[in-house]
């Protein structure tokens, strides 16, 4: 198992940036994989960022460009960092680790709100 809490959500203005970041309960090295999604209100949740274990890191065609998952290894912790922020960012974003196959958990969730 893995307990994840997340934090950073925020008001912002368009234009502006924000760092979010997940805390993990274990080691990053024994996760699978690490990633943000988010769910905007009536929306289904969709991906965000994913980066794997070993390997690079994917982004949602929406994102490209304007966001970037980083992880620190020394503090078990995965942040993302969120720039040129639009309204359409406005969702509550989640952080989830997977351990291999289905085995998924999620963190509590943090809002992000884009308006001026």
């Known amino acids: 198992q893995v307990q994840l809490v997340e934090s950073g959500g925020a008001l912002v203005q368009p234009g502006g940036s924000l760092r979010l970041s997940c805390v993990a309960s274990r080691s990053l090295f024994s996760i699978n994989t690490m990633g943000w999604y988010r769910q905007a209100p009536g929306n289904q949740r969709e991906l965000v960022a994913e980066s794997a274990r070993w390997g690079s890191t994917y982004y949602g065609d929406s994102v490209k460009g304007r966001f970037t998952l980083i992880k620190d290894n020394t503090k078990n912790t995965v942040y993302l960092q969120m720039n040129s922020l639009k309204p359409e960012d406005t969702a509550v974003y989640y952080c989830?680790?997977?351990?291999?196959?289905?085995?998924?958990?999620w963190g509590q969730g943090t809002q992000v709100t884009v308006s001026s």
């Open positions: 989830r680790a997977n351990l291999g196959q289905e085995e998924n958990y």
